[in-house]
């Protein structure tokens, strides 16, 4: 079964910068919006950022203008570059891709950004 395989989480001080990949497992035709969620302990899983197959985003008010969020489609990989850290984007990431058919989620990877 394809999945989407996320990299680049990792221990980071506030301030600091990582930056996050997705990539399916297997070639995945006609995948439409792709995106990042989070989900930090004790809470529920929410949008970071989107972007749509034609390049449009959207972001959550809290990451606006510290993160961005881009794709490339001939390898239907999406990124989401995160600078200006901060204590409380500490959770874990999930890649999320829309394709035809059904929606692809990836494994997750931590963040977690020391004060």
């Known amino acids: 079964q394809v999945q989407l395989v996320e990299s680049g989480g990792g221990l980071v001080q506030a301030g600091g910068s990582l930056r996050l990949s997705c990539a399916p497992s297997?070639?995945?035709?006609?995948?439409?919006?792709m995106g990042w969620y989070r989900q930090a302990p004790g809470k529920q899983r929410e949008l970071v950022a989107s972007?749509?197959?034609?390049?449009?985003?959207n972001y959550a008010d809290s990451v606006k203008g510290r993160f961005t969020i881009s794709r490339d489609n001939a390898k239907n990989t999406v990124y989401l570059q995160m600078n200006s850290l901060k204590p409380e984007d500490t959770a874990v990431y999930y890649c999320?891709?829309?394709?035809?058919?059904?929606?692809?989620w990836g494994q997750g990877t931590q963040v977690t950004v020391s004060s």
């Open positions: 999320n891709a829309e394709g035809s058919y059904r929606v692809y």
């Open positions: 297997a070639t995945i035709f006609n995948i439409n919006a």
């Open positions: 972007i749509t197959r034609g390049g449009w985003t």
